[in-house]
C-alpha cells in the first residue's frame, strides 16, 4: 500500500511488452522488412524471441526503450541497413556491430556509452553516425573511429571531448559535423580539409580561436556553421556579429594569419566548463 493509502500493485505492466510480442508476429507473418519497436518497455533482447533470427529486417526501431545491453548475436541481421537504439540505457556495444555488412544509418543518441569496442571504424558502408548525449571523450573512441570514411553525418553533440583529432581529415565525404554542447578547447586545422562540409556545429564550447584552415570551408546559401556559446577572442567575435560569411573571409586573410600567429604564443586563458555534467541522464547508472 502506497504513503497515500492506495493498493499499489507489484505484479509488472506486460500491455507493453505483449504489444512487441505482436508486433514481433506480424512482421513475421507478412515478412515485413521494417521493424518498429519504438517505446514498447523493452529491457531486454530475452523479450523479443527469433528476432535475430529475422534474416530479412533491413531496419529496426528500438528508441525509447529500457534496453542495457546489445548482444553480439544482433550482428547475425546481415541485412539490416537503418538500426535505431536511441534513448535507452546502453553502457556498452558489442565487437561484432562494426562487421554489419549493409548498415547505412546509426542511431546510438541518449545513451550510457562511456566508450566505444575496440574496431568500431570498420563498418563498411555507413553514412549516418548519431551518439549525441553519451560520455565519450577524446581517449574512449576506438582507435580507427576515424576510419569511416563513408560517413556523410557525424553527432558527437553533448559528450565530453576537449579536442578533436587531426585524423578527421580522413573523413572525405563528410557533410555534417556536430561538436556542439561539449568541452572542446581547440580544433584541428584538418577540418578545413573536409570540402564537402555543408555543416559545422560548434556551439557551446570552450573555444576561444578557429584555425585559419577553417575558413577553407565553402560557405554556400545552404551552409550551417554555428558558433555561438563560446569565448571567442574579441576579433573573432567581432566578425561573427557581422555574420558567418564575413568569419570566413576574415579567417582566409593574412590579417588573421598574424593574428593567429601571436595567439599561438600567448595563447588566450581556456574557459572554464560550460555546464557541470555529472547529473546528465547519461551518467546515471
Known sequence: MSAEGQVVSCIPNTSKMSKAKKVLEEAREIQ????????????????????LNMMNITRLTLSHNKIKVVPPALANLTNLEILNLANNNIEELPLSLSSMPKLRILNLSINRLYSLPRGFGAFPILEVL???YNNLNEKTLSGNFFQLETLRALYLGDNDFEYISDEIKNLKNLQILVLRENDIIELPKEIGELVRLRELHLQGNRLTLLPPEIGNLEVTNKSVFKFEGNDWVTPIADQLQLGVSHLMDFLKSETYRILYGRYQQNKPQVPPPCIDKAKKASRIR
Do not use: V, Y
Open 32 to 51: 515485413n522488412p521494417e521493424l518498429d519497436l519504438a517505446d514498447k518497455g523493452i529491457a531486454s533482447f530475452e523479450e523479443l524471441p527469433g528476432l
Open 130 to 132: 548519431d551518439l549525441t
